[in-house]
Structure formats: structure tokens, C-alpha cells
T-cell receptor, first 112, second 116 residues
Framework: QKEVEQNSGPLSVPEGAIASLNCTYS??????FFWYRQYSGKSPELIMS????GDKEDGRFTAQLNKASQYVSLLIRDSQPSDSATYLC????????????FGPGTSLSVIP | DADVTQTPRNRITKTGKRIMLECSQT?????MYWYRQDPGLGLRLIYY???????NKGEISDGYSVSRQAQAKFSLSLESAIPNQTALYFC???????????????FGPGTRLTVL
């Protein structure tokens, strides 16, 4: 079983809709969870980090964490064509924060 | 100026050649990382370093070596390049006390390496 799993997509949503991206992880003691956005040919950039169960909102983005079910999700409200990118879920391993494991990424396409 | 820089940005080489990829950062972070990215496989950790005297293998370290010359510099070497090392390579830094959260990764622009 891969440590961090994501649907590869592509996920297509119309402009203005809500895009929902999901991620599951295998290490029950993971403590830190991240969503990165990566445009084609560019480096990943952090969108959200979340450490506690529940929701965390930042503008149009909401991260949701459920440690009991070992999943983390990212909701993008009012999706824009500029949101079209690959979204990488990342999780720290164990309790020592010694390294971050990335999922394979979900490709999102927002259709005007 | 970019906080994390990588040189070269693109490199084409032949099988068996020795290659060095360099990374420099001005963020003042102690932690530095090397990743490779392949289509459909996401980012995979090659090596990481928590300070100048600390070097750790990641999940795919075979065929690679690293050197942490200073807090700001972390280089990746391919001693004898092979075609399946063709990939996009990213350097990253992180800081436990960062305002974006513990272990937020800050990435360089990437080096596209092709081994013929």
C-alpha cells in the first residue's frame, strides 16, 4: 500500500463550481498535512497546511482533516481557470517530522 | 531574487557520465532536501539534510550521493548516470519554526535532467 494516495484525475469542473480533491494516508501517527499546487513545468507551492481534525479555511480554499479515517481533502470554491494545475497532498511520517511523503497528485482542469 | 536556486536548469548528458546538480538558498533554513519527480509518481525523496553534519537517505537514494557544503548549499551527484535517472529534480528547504507551519517545503525551480 502506498503511503499517500490520491486520485490521479484528471478532474474536470466548470468555472464557478466546487472542486473536491481527496487524499488518504497509511501512517496513523502522521501529524502534519499539506496541499501543494503545481503548475505544469513549475515547482510546487504551498496552498494549505493543517494539523488538527476539522476544517481550515483560507479564502476560496478549505482543507479538511479526519485522522480517524486517515484522509485529508481540499475544497476549492468558485473554481477559476487559473486553478487548473496538479494538486499534491503531502504528509509527514511518524512523530519526528523527519520527512514529508508526497502523493502522486491530482490533475484539476477548470473549464471556462 | 529567488530564495531557492538550482543550477543547471536543464542538462542533457550521456550514460556513464558524472553529473552534479547544485542548490543554494537564502532562506536561512537548516533543512534541505532533494526530490525527483516522474510522471504519475509524484515527488520522491532522494536525500535530506537537517544541518551541515547531518545527511540522511530518502526512499530512492541508490545511484545518488549528496554533499552539504554549507547551511545554504546542498548538491546532488549522479556518479554514473543512467537513462532511468531522467527526471525533473527539485531541491527544497524547510524550517521547523516557519510561519507557514512545521516542515513546509519551499522548492527551487527544478532541474530537468535527460540521460541518453
Amino acid at each position: 500500500q502506498k503511503e499517500v494516495e490520491q486520485n490521479s484525475g484528471p478532474l474536470s469542473v466548470p468555472e464557478g463550481a466546487i472542486a473536491s480533491l481527496n487524499c488518504t494516508y497509511s501512517d496513523r501517527v502522521s501529524q502534519s498535512f499539506f496541499w501543494y499546487r503545481q503548475y505544469s513545468g513549475k515547482s510546487p507551492e504551498l496552498i494549505m497546511s493543517i494539523y488538527s481534525n476539522g476544517d481550515k479555511e483560507d479564502g476560496r480554499f478549505t482543507a479538511q482533516l479526519n485522522k480517524a479515517s486517515q484522509y485529508v481533502s481540499l475544497l476549492i470554491r468558485d473554481s477559476q481557470p487559473s486553478d487548473s494545475a496538479t494538486y499534491l497532498c503531502a504528509v509527514t511520517t511518524g512523530t519526528s517530522y523527519d520527512k514529508v511523503i508526497f502523493g502522486p497528485g491530482t490533475s484539476l482542469s477548470v473549464i471556462p | 531574487d529567488a530564495d531557492v536556486t538550482q543550477t543547471p536548469r536543464n542538462r542533457i548528458t550521456k550514460t556513464g557520465k558524472r553529473i552534479m546538480l547544485e542548490c543554494s538558498q537564502t532562506k536561512g533554513h537548516d533543512r534541505m532536501y532533494w526530490y525527483r519527480q516522474d510522471p504519475g509518481l509524484g515527488l520522491r525523496l532522494i536525500y535530506y539534510s537537517f544541518d551541515v553534519k547531518d545527511i540522511n537517505k530518502g526512499e530512492i537514494s541508490d545511484g545518488y550521493s549528496v554533499s552539504r557544503q554549507a547551511q545554504a548549499k546542498f548538491s546532488l551527484s549522479l556518479e554514473s548516470a543512467i537513462p532511468n535517472q531522467t527526471a525533473l529534480y527539485f531541491c527544497a528547504t524547510s524550517d521547523l519554526t516557519g510561519t507557514s507551519g512545521m516542515d513546509t517545503q519551499y522548492f527551487g525551480p527544478g532541474t530537468r535532467l535527460t540521460v541518453l
